[in-house]
């Protein structure tokens, strides 16, 4: 099974733009339907975002519609979340995930599925 770690989290204010990426390790990601959630204190573990295993297509929690883009590369066994106009409401950690069921499938969205996780990334905004 691949593992997973995401990485490039930080301190930024409202407005600004970050990169996370999702590097894999031990197998090849590409058979594998890629998946962005967040954690915020207190609050359940949340999907953001999806990319199928080919990256020809994605998906996106409604808020983060049109700000984040998420993206695979993976010749180099790696996904990426680009954050754009990031807001307060946005700080959480941030784990990436994998799973061989299909991006169509609601379950993909659904943080209990996946066995494994590995490292995530904190992303605080500040106002």
């Known amino acids: 099974q691949v593992q997973l770690a995401a990485s490039g989290g930080g301190l930024v204010q409202a407005g600004d733009s970050l990169r996370l990426s999702c590097a894999g390790s031990?197998?090849?990601?590409?058979?594998?339907?890629l998946v962005w959630f967040r954690q915020a204190p207190g609050k359940d573990r949340e999907f953001v975002a999806a990319?199928?295993?080919?990256?020809?297509?994605?998906d996106y929690r409604d808020d983060v519609k049109g700000r984040f883009t998420v993206s695979r590369d993976n010749a180099k066994n790696t996904m990426y979340l680009q954050m754009n106009s990031l807001k307060p409401e946005d700080t959480a950690a941030y784990y990436c995930?994998?799973?061989?069921?299909?991006?169509?499938?609601?379950?993909?969205?659904?943080?209990?599925?996946?066995?494994?996780w590995g490292q995530g990334t904190q992303v605080t905004v500040s106002s």
């Open positions: 995930a994998g799973t061989l069921i299909g991006i169509a499938q609601p379950s993909v969205k659904n943080w209990k599925i996946y066995g494994r």
């Open positions: 990319i199928s295993r080919s990256g020809d297509a994605a």
């Open positions: 031990g197998r090849a990601i590409s058979s594998n339907t």
